[in-house]
């Protein structure tokens, strides 16, 4: 059962343009983090919320998550080819056991 | 460079074989995950450490599969006779307790023949 979905799984856009994708759940969390992943390397981490309603800007990337603490939504502004890669949510509770969502892959064409 | 690190990156294996993972985290973080990641999918828990102790394990983590953090430092993954559905990237990450968010190493890429 997959606990954590991530919508689209694959986003193709021209350079310039932005974009949303979106994290959604049935569960609580007690925080929800997103995390950026290139080819053979491990995740690196962008932003933890914590808060319902809470948002968080990181330059050009805003992160929202829900006032229900369920859902969450990462906001690209003008996206650049270095924004290229995999987005992967996951959804913590308690003591910090973590579980993903399969992820947003996306591309950003020059 | 004071991030998480893993050895080997890559390691290529028969079938049958044993093999074993390395990973050291950040320093002063006393919690250590693995996971595994295939393909298409995001990284599946498998156990996690709080200083020494093995806290969970998932279901996942098969008779064949053990991990240790023997000081609270550097922790091991081995996988013993190894199949071809270990194929995988195993990751490692670390964390403060009671931090938000993890600290992930560049994996160890496992092919198994």
């Known amino acids: 059962t997959q606990l954590l979905e991530q919508s689209p799984q694959f986003l193709s856009i021209q350079e310039g343009e932005n974009l949303t994708v979106y994290c959604n759940s049935s569960?609580?969390?007690?925080?929800l983090q997103w995390y950026r992943q290139e080819p053979g390397e491990g995740p690196v981490l962008l932003v933890t919320?914590?808060?319902?309603?809470e948002v968080k800007k990181l330059k050009r990337l805003t992160f929202q998550f829900g006032d229900a603490r369920k859902d969450s939504s990462l906001h690209i502004t003008a996206a650049q080819p270095g924004d290229t890669g995999l987005y992967l949510c996951?959804?913590?509770?308690?003591?910090?056991?973590?579980?993903f969502g399969i992820g947003t892959k996306l591309q950003v064409i020059p | 460079d004071t991030g998480v690190s893993q050895d080997p990156r890559h390691k290529i294996t028969k079938r049958g074989q044993n093999v074993t993972f390395r990973c050291d985290p950040i320093?002063?973080?006393?919690?250590l995950y693995w996971y595994r990641q295939t393909l298409g999918q995001g990284p599946e828990f498998l156990t996690y450490?709080?200083?020494?102790?093995?806290?969970?394990k998932s279901r996942l983590l098969s008779d064949r599969f053990s991990a240790e953090r023997p000081k609270g430092s550097f922790s091991t993954l081995e996988i013993q006779r190894t199949e071809q559905g270990d194929s995988a990237m195993y990751l490692c990450?670390?964390?403060?307790?009671?931090?938000?968010?993890?600290?992930f190493g560049p994996g160890t890429r496992l092919t198994v023949t």
């Open positions: 569960s609580v969390f007690s925080s």
């Open positions: 450490f709080q200083n020494e102790a093995q806290l969970e």
């Open positions: 919320v914590v808060t319902g309603g």
């Open positions: 320093s002063e973080h006393n919690r």
């Open positions: 996951a959804g913590a509770w308690g003591y910090q056991k973590v579980t």
């Open positions: 990450a670390s964390s403060l307790a009671g931090g938000a968010g993890q600290y």
